[in-house]
C-alpha cells in the first residue's frame, strides 16, 4: 500500500510523543479501540481551567501507520485549541488532510474518539473537583 | 557446501529493482519473503530460454521436430520431478500451479470417489486453495472435517485416526504450512491413511525440494507442487497422482484434448514446465546443503533479534520447521507499521491491515495465538539467494524499528506499569 507523504512524515516524525500524569486534575485521557483490533491510542490533553484552552497534548498509538499519523495529526491540532472547538474536529478533516484511503478511514474515526474521550475524562474530573469544592463549602 | 548456493554477486533480483545501498554493501531492498514466491534461478531461466525460440513447438504434436524438441524437454521434466519426490515420471500431471493442483486433487477425488463416501478431512491452518475448496464441496453434499492444530502447529494424529470413518475418501493435510513453515508428520498421516483405506492428498508447495519427501515411503497418494516457490517461473505447478498401490484416479476439472492422461486437458506451458523441472533438479542435488545454509541464516537472524528484544514470541514449532522460516511476534507492536519502518525489507506480516480481508492471520488464530499476537507477527522467508549480511541488516533494522514503536505503544507503557492487557475493558472491544 502507498502511504502519503503526511502519513509517512507524520510515521517517522512524530509529533507530541509522551505521557502525562493520568492522576493530575488538569490532564483528560482518552484509551480508545482494543489491542485484538489492531488500534489503540492514548490521547492526553492538559487544559487550563481558566481558559479551557489546551496547552499541551501528548500521545501514545499501537496501530498501523495510519493511525499513528492519525493520532499525531490530532495532539497538533488540539493544542492551543478551547474544549468546545476542539470538539469539532472531525475525522473527515483528518481523512482529508493525511489523504487516508477508505480502508483506513476508521484510523480517523478512532483518533476524534480520542479526542472526545480525553476531553470528557477532563470534564469529569473538573465535575468531581467542582463539586467537591462546593460540598466544602 | 557448494559455491552455486551463495551467489552474492548473481542475485537474480539485483537488476530488477532500484537499488541503494546499505553502508555494509546490502543492495537494497532486501528480500526475504521466499514463501510467497522465490527469483527465478538464473540456471533455471537458462534452460528455459530455448523454449521460448526455436523449440516452441506444441508438446502435443506428433508428426514433426518442433512437437518433438517440446515433448523431449518435456518429458525430462517430468523425470526430474519424479526422481525429486520418489516418483515415477507418469505420476506427474502438469498444472497451472499449486492452486490448480490442489483443487484437482481434492474436487478430482471427490467426485471420482463418490460412491465410495463423501468425507474430507483437512485441517484449519491449510491453505485457502485447499480450505475454499474444501468449503464448495461441503455446499454440494459433502461433509469436511477441519482439524485443530496445537499451539505448535501439529495435527493430533489420534484426533485424525478418530475421524476417519467408513465414508472418509480424502485427507488433505499440508506438507509444510506457508505462514509458520511448520512442517506436519507426514509419513504418520500416511501410515494411518493406508491402513485405513483412505487417500492421502498433501499441499507440499512449500515443503517440496526444500525437506526430502518421498511418496511411497511416506504413503502420500497426491501431492501438489508449484515451481515458483523453488526458483522456478510462475504460472506452473504439477500434481503428483498414484498409478499402484493404490491407483488413483482423479475426475478432470477441465476438459479438453485429453492431455495429461486425461485428467488436465491444456496445451502444456513448456518453458514453464522446463523450468519446473530444472527448479527441482538444482533442489535435489543442493538440499542438503542449502537447508543448512538457510537454517544457519534463519538462526542467525533468531538469536539476534531474541537476544536483544523482550517479548519476542516464535510461532508454531521450531522443531517441525522448514529450514528458511522464522515468523515472530512483537508484542505491543501492530503489524504493518513495523513493515512501514522496515520499508526497504520485504517479509510479510499476520496483520489484518496488510491482509486483503482485513482480518488477523487464521493460521496464527489457529494455533491460538489471539488475535494481538497475530496483528504482531512478522513471517521471515529465508531463500537460497540470501547472504549472511543481509540477515545482520535484517535484524538490526527490525530490532531499532521494534524499539521506536514499543516507546510510541500504550500497551507497552501499560504493561510495563503492570497492567495486565487481558483484564483491562477496551473501549473498542468487539467493534472493529
Redesign the interface.
Known amino acids: 500500500m502507498a502511504y502519503s507523504d503526511k502519513v509517512l512524515d507524520h510515521y517517522s516524525h512524530p509529533r507530541n510523543v509522551g505521557a502525562m500524569d493520568k492522576n493530575s486534575n488538569d490532564v483528560g485521557t482518552g484509551l480508545v479501540g482494543a489491542p485484538e483490533c489492531g488500534d489503540v491510542m492514548k490521547l492526553q490533553i492538559k487544559v487550563n481551567p481558566e481558559t479551557n484552552v489546551i496547552e499541551d497534548a501528548k500521545f501514545k498509538t499501537f496501530g498501523c501507520g495510519s493511525a499513528i499519523a492519525s493520532s499525531s495529526l490530532a495532539t497538533e491540532w488540539v493544542k492551543g485549541k478551547t474544549i468546545a472547538e476542539a470538539l469539532e474536529i472531525k475525522n473527515t478533516e483528518i481523512v482529508k488532510e493525511l489523504a487516508l484511503p477508505p480502508v483506513k478511514i476508521h484510523c480517523s474515526v478512532l483518533a476524534e474518539d480520542a479526542i472526545k474521550a480525553a476531553i470528557n475524562d477532563y470534564k469529569t474530573k473538573s465535575a468531581t473537583k467542582v463539586e467537591a469544592v462546593a460540598s466544602h463549602q | 557446501m557448494s559455491t552455486t548456493i551463495v551467489p552474492t554477486t548473481a542475485n537474480p533480483t539485483s537488476a530488477v529493482l532500484d537499488h541503494s545501498t546499505a553502508p555494509n554493501g546490502v543492495k537494497l531492498p532486501v528480500y526475504m519473503d521466499n514463501h510467497a514466491t522465490t527469483p527465478l534461478d538464473p540456471r533455471v531461466l537458462d534452460e528455459m530460454l530455448p523454449y521460448f525460440r526455436e523449440k516452441f513447438g506444441n508438446a502435443a504434436s506428433r508428426n514433426h521436430p518442433f512437437g518433438w524438441a517440446a515433448e523431449e524437454g518435456v518429458e525430462q521434466a517430468r523425470e526430474r520431478i519424479a526422481k525429486l519426490i520418489g516418483a515415477t515420471a507418469k505420476e506427474i500431471i502438469f498444472t497451472s500451479g499449486a492452486t490448480e493442483s490442489n483443487n484437482l486433487a481434492i474436487k478430482g477425488v471427490a467426485e471420482m470417489y463418490r460412491e465410495k463416501g463423501n468425507h474430507i478431512i483437512t485441517q484449519v491452518i491449510e491453505h485457502k486453495a485447499v480450505l475454499d475448496t474444501c468449503k464448495r464441496l461441503e455446499k454440494q453434499g459433502y461433509r469436511v472435517t477441519y482439524l485443530p492444530v496445537s499451539k505448535d502447529g501439529l495435527i493430533d494424529l489420534e484426533e485424525l485416526k478418530r475421524a476417519i470413518d467408513d465414508k472418509t475418501i480424502l485427507v488433505s493435510i499440508m506438507s509444510a504450512n506457508n505462514e509458520i513453515g511448520v512442517v506436519q508428520p507426514i509419513a504418520e498421516i500416511g501410515k494411518i491413511c493406508h491402513e485405513r483405506g483412505v487417500l492421502f492428498h498433501t499441499d507440499g508447495v512449500q515443503a517440496v525440494g526444500k525437506i526430502p519427501i518421498d511418496v511411497n515411503k511416506m504413503n502420500i497418494d497426491l501431492m501438489s507442487i508449484t515451481a515458483h516457490k523453488i526458483y522456478g517461473p510462475k504460472g506452473v505447478g504439477a500434481l503428483y497422482v498414484r498409478r499402484k498401490n493404490p491407483r488413483v484416479q482423479v475426475s478432470a476439472l477441465i476438459d479438453g484434448g485429453g492431455h495429461e492422461r486425461g485428467m488436465r486437458s491444456g496445451t502444456l506451458n513448456v518453458p514453464g514446465i522446463v523450468g519446473l523441472g530444472k527448479a527441482c533438479e538444482i533442489c535435489m542435488n543442493d538440499m542438503a546443503a542449502e537447508a543448512a545454509y538457510t537454517s544457519s541464516l534463519r538462526d542467525r537472524l533468531k538469536d539476534k533479534i531474541m537476544g536483544s528484544l523482550d517479548e519476542c514470541y516464535i510461532n508454531g514449532s521450531v522443531e517441525h520447521r522448514l529450514p528458511g522460516n522464522l515468523n515472530i511476534s512483537f508484542a505491543?507492536?501492530?503489524?504493518?507499521?513495523l513493515l512501514?519502518?522496515i520499508n526497504d525489507i520485504a517479509v510479510s506480516s499476520g496483520?489484518?491491515?496488510t491482509s486483503a480481508t482485513?482480518e488477523?492471520s487464521y493460521v496464527l488464530k489457529g494455533l491460538g495465538a489471539?488475535?494481538?499476537l497475530a496483528?504482531s507477527s512478522i513471517r521471515f522467508g529465508i531463500g537460497r539467494f540470501n547472504t549472511e549480511a543481509e540477515v545482520d541488516y535484517v535484524a538490526n533494522k527490525l530490532i531499532d524499528v521494534v524499539l521506536r514503536l514499543r516507546?510510541?505503544?500504550?500497551?507497552?507503557?501499560m504493561a510495563k506499569e503492570g497492567i495486565d492487557?487481558k483484564t483491562v475493558k477496551?473501549?473498542?472491544?468487539?467493534?472493529?
Open positions: 505491543y507492536v501492530e503489524g504493518e507499521s512501514m519502518g496483520s489484518a491491515c482485513l488477523p489471539g488475535d494481538d496483528h516507546e510510541l505503544s500504550p500497551l507497552y507503557e492487557l477496551w473501549a473498542g472491544e468487539g467493534a472493529h
